[in-house]
């Protein structure tokens, strides 16, 4: 018995060394260690020896079975590890290859923008609050000193929400009350925002477009104040100094209330295409804020005084990249966007 399990373990261990893969060696393992495997069927024989026979053969068939059972273990894990070193060599990847353009994108033409007035504003040590794009009746018009019956209103028009007198913002001024309401005084705020109006479209008109609001409460505010921020802002989005000029306008929010022209940084206020030709180009509004707005606000106007301004984001950008028509802003062309 013992010769024939010598011979069977020779060719045991001549054989497992041509095996490459674990399905084969489990093919194998099993016409040896199975059922009706080659070591099963001798070791049969084992129980028809005598009793010395027994534990002499016994022990020495055991010693072999476990042997073998090792010089498979041992196969296994060669052949595991020729698998890993093969899929090392062939699926290797150079991760400092240079790569192929991706055509990885950049930030929109507004978002570019906002990025700069924020960046100015918060040089100045202001505090940035988004707007909200849902607002209501009152903090859009009332809160802001244009009552219902007020022929202001009508300057904006509107997207009414069913129900409850909720609105899409006309414009980021609505986010004046709450921050009066809830900031701690002073106040440096700029809001920029997305608002809506129920416009037609065209080149210069947009029904959803963006807005910057930006301001400023606090005991001795004055109107100088606001030129200062006002021209320091447009400087630093301009990349240049620029002057600034202030016609009296109408706002219902503020008093006295202005329209702010800048010297066009293009051709230095003598003149071109983007100018049309006079030098300035208009571009916001701005005031005192109305004692009336203050007190809606929860703020004294005999203690504390303030300014506020506005201006379209859209512009800015249209402005300073010499885009014409408003419209491409809302439209994922990406022909467009590369631009910038
Ligand atoms: N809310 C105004 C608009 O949408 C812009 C504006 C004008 C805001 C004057 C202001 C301001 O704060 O003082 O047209």
Known sequence: MLQILNTLQEQVLTKLPAISTQEELVVYKNSIFGKNG???????????????????????????????????????????????EERLASEYTDVTFPIADTGIGHLHPLTQVIRQVEDSFTRMGFEIRESMEVTNEYKNFDAVNIPKSHPARDMQDTFWL???????????????????????????????????????????????????????????????????????ML???AGKEVKIRLRPSYYPFV???????????????????????????????????????????????????????????????????????????????VAFLRQF
Not at 49 to 70: C, P, R, V, Y
Not at 165 to 194: F, W
Not at 258 to 277: E, L, M, N, Q, Y
């Open 38 to 84: 080659e070591l099963t069927e001798i070791l049969k024989g084992v129980k028809d020896l005598s009793i010395e026979e027994k534990q002499t053969i016994g022990k020495a068939t055991n010693d072999m079975k476990n042997s073998l059972a090792a010089a498979f273990d041992i196969r296994s894990q060669a052949i595991d590890a020729a698998e890993v």
């Open 235 to 237: 400087s630093d989005i």
């Open 162 to 232: 069913e129900g409850i007198g909720n609105v899409l913002a006309t414009h980021t001024s609505s986010m004046q009350n709450e921050i009066y309401k809830t900031h701690d005084l002073p106040i440096r705020v700029v809001i920029p925002g997305r608002v809506f109006r129920n416009e037609d479209v065209d080149a210069t008109h947009e029904n959803t477009f963006y807005q910057v609001e930006a301001i400023v409460v606090d005991k001795g505010i004055s109107f100088a104040n606001m030129k200062y921020t006002i021209r320091t």
């Open 255 to 333: 008093e006295p209330g202005a329209d702010v022209d800048f010297s066009c940084p293009f051709c230095d206020g003598t003149g071109c295409r983007i100018c049309k030709g006079t030098g300035w180009i208009e571009f916001m509004g701005c005031g005192m804020i109305h004692p009336n707005v203050l007190r809606e606000g929860g703020i004294d106007p005999m203690v504390y005084s303030g300014f506020a301004f506005g201006f379209g984001l859209n512009r800015l950008a249209m402005i300073k990249y010499g885009i014409n028509d408003m419209r491409y802003f809302q439209n994922p062309n």
